[in-house]
């Protein structure tokens, strides 16, 4: 069956501190996508990245840098220098083609990520 | 251009009452996919429409169903509602069916008491 796993329920780091947050996935399709997004406490999910299975080139924007290893089946994301406005959740998420061309994401249980001062 | 709107923001319901929320995607997108995020948990598939059809169900009861409209608008309506059905139900749209260009809406937070 498609899942995720985020195994880290919550993170509690220092201000200026790098983090990891973990996903480990497992799918049947040859071709997918995996996704990483951030919910804050207002409860809109913003989107962070897309890689397809295809891309296993890592990827950095700012602080921001995510590794994808499909031998492990892992898509990993770090935040360097964290700071108290990255507090939020954050999902990984895959997507799964169902019948008739269908599609749907399937999400991760969350990592609650919190930034002290 | 406006992203995917949804309304309303916030409701509450009593059990057994009816809701029925609704979502208009962006300019442009033909399908809409509806998810329920209880609190603590990640979003969960319920619904996809493309043109007005359903084309993927996920594991939720029949009293969930939803419609798309002509203007690819799409509304989910819950029936007897339960306190399990307290949650942030979340939109998406998309041009086509394909998962990995969807959009998400702010959401409609339900509360059931």
């Known amino acids: 069956a498609q899942k995720v796993t985020q195994a880290q329920t919550e993170i509690s780091v220092v201000e200026k501190e790098d983090v990891t947050l973990d996903c480990v996935y497992e799918?049947?399709?040859?071709?997918?996508?995996l996704f990483w997004y951030k919910q804050p406490p207002s409860g809109e999910l913003v989107f962070l990245i897309r890689?397809?299975?295809?891309?296993?080139q890592n990827e950095i924007s700012g602080r921001y840098s995510w590794n994808f290893q499909k031998s492990t089946s892992s898509f990993n994301f770090t935040i360097t220098a964290s700071q108290v406005v990255d507090s939020a959740v954050y999902f990984c998420?895959?997507?799964?083609?169902?019948?008739?061309?269908?599609?749907?994401?399937?999400f991760g249980s969350g990592t609650r990520l919190s930034i002290r001062p | 251009d406006a992203g995917v709107t949804q309304s309303p923001t916030h409701l509450i319901k009593t059990r057994g009452q009816q809701v029925t929320l609704r979502c208009s995607p962006i300019?442009?997108?033909?399908?809409v996919s509806w998810y329920q995020q209880v609190l603590g948990q990640g979003p969960q598939f319920i619904f996809q429409?493309?043109?007005?059809?359903?084309?993927g169900r996920g594991n939720f009861p029949d009293r969930f169903s939803a419609r798309q409209f002509p203007n690819y608008s799409s509304e989910l309506n819950v029936n007897a509602l339960l306190l399990g059905d307290s949650a942030l139900y979340l939109c998406?749209?998309?041009?086509?069916?394909?998962?990995?260009?969807?959009?998400f809406g702010p959401g409609t937070r339900l509360t059931v008491t």
């Open positions: 998406a749209s998309s041009y086509w069916t394909e998962s990995y260009e969807q959009y």
């Open positions: 799918t049947r399709d040859t071709t997918y996508y």
């Open positions: 890689r397809n299975s295809f891309d296993e």
């Open positions: 998420a895959l997507s799964e083609t169902l019948y008739s061309s269908a599609s749907k994401i399937i």
């Open positions: 300019s442009g997108h033909k399908s």
């Open positions: 429409y493309y043109e007005k059809e359903e084309r």
